[in-house]
């Protein structure tokens, strides 16, 4: 039996407390029935003599004792403080995020109507130096999305491997989300450097992300890659890293972002002024994804393939990939009891001692 915050053994004891109306009609009955008798020598001063204290207090002595009985049952009947201590069990899921952070990355073709109207007011000069460009890029989307993929898993192992020109692990399986959320965010940083930016090496990031998940005792290993080109600088070959991938049981699904056609927001400069201004330009077959590759990664390993053109379609993308891969937690529940009937019946003793001293000395009665 629960009371509020208190739960209570023996709750069978509080049948206890029906006693009380029936000794209060008791004591009723034999106060009312009560009769003394006395001699006076002047009954006519006598009927004037007001009642004293003593007299209109006199119900104090039985009240205490009631109290005390209403107190000894309360403690009778066990309070006790529940805490509760949840243990959770869970097989958990080891995710590598691999994130393509070639110079391609930082195009802009990934915004909506509403953004590319923005920019194309602002001033393309600064917007280039500053970088501040970069958040509305392939990159800048993709990282806003991972973000968001990352808040939501609650006990998985999450790491992240970023790859250019060349790979590197950027985070290792970890717990600790906040750390690599502002990884995550410096990791365009790496974009701008020319070491990293001018090539794609899609199989030594697949296999550079392997190299977290080789000796992982997680039920399920997952690489969730995410580029925007093709492979042109992997010492290991994509097909290769797909093939170790599925020896190690990690299951890899693949992204490509990017548009397939179209015209897109760049910058552009002025050949006789140096000027910087906004401009579109078409997309050239040279900027496209090597979905044949993408695919086959994936179906080898037992993953999906995906393609993005927009900031919509990856959230839909890595919303599915996280339905995919839900961890099984079992939770069990235990409950620790404090025992709380000392201070009920402490207190129905210190009453109990109240009104055997009240009634040995200023309510004593006299037959």
Known sequence: MDIGSLHFQNPEAFWLL??????????IYRNRRRKSTIKFPALAIAKKAAPSSRVRFRHIVPALRLAALCCFVVALARPQNAMEVEYTST?????????????????????????????????????LK???????????????????????RHS?????SAFGSRSMTQCPLTLDYGSLLEILKASGDLARDSVYASQTAIGDGLMNALARLQKSEA????????????????LVPPMRAAEVAQSLGVKVYTIGVGKKKGKILSFQQNPWTGEISWGEREITPEEGIDENVLNAIALKTGGRFYRAENKEE????????????????????????????????LAGALLILLELL?????FVRIP
Do not use: C, H
């Not at 500053?130 to 939501?152: M, T």
């Open 156 to 160: 998985d192992r999450i790491g992240l």
């Open 91 to 127: 097989d958990g899921v080891d995710i590598m995020l691999a994130l393509d952070i070639s110079g391609s990355m930082g195009t802009l073709d990934m915004l909506t109507r509403a953004e590319q109207a923005k920019l194309g007011v602002m001033n393309a000069e600064r917007m």
């Open 18 to 27: 029906l006693l009380v109306p029936v000794l209060i009609a008791s004591y």
């Open 219 to 234: 039920k399920s290993k997952v690489v969730v890659l995410l580029t925007d080109g093709r492979d042109n600088a992997s």
């Open 130 to 152: 500053s970088g501040n460009y970069w958040k509305y890029s392939r990159l800048g989307y993709a990282q806003e999305v991972i973000a968001e993929f990352i808040q939501k």
């Open 314 to 345: 990856l959230e839909r993308i890595y919303s599915q990939i996280d339905e995919l891969e839900k961890t099984e937690i079992e939770t069990i529940a235990y409950a620790r009891y404090a025992e709380k009937f000392y201070p009920w019946l």
């Open 358 to 362: 009240l009634a040995n000395t200023r």
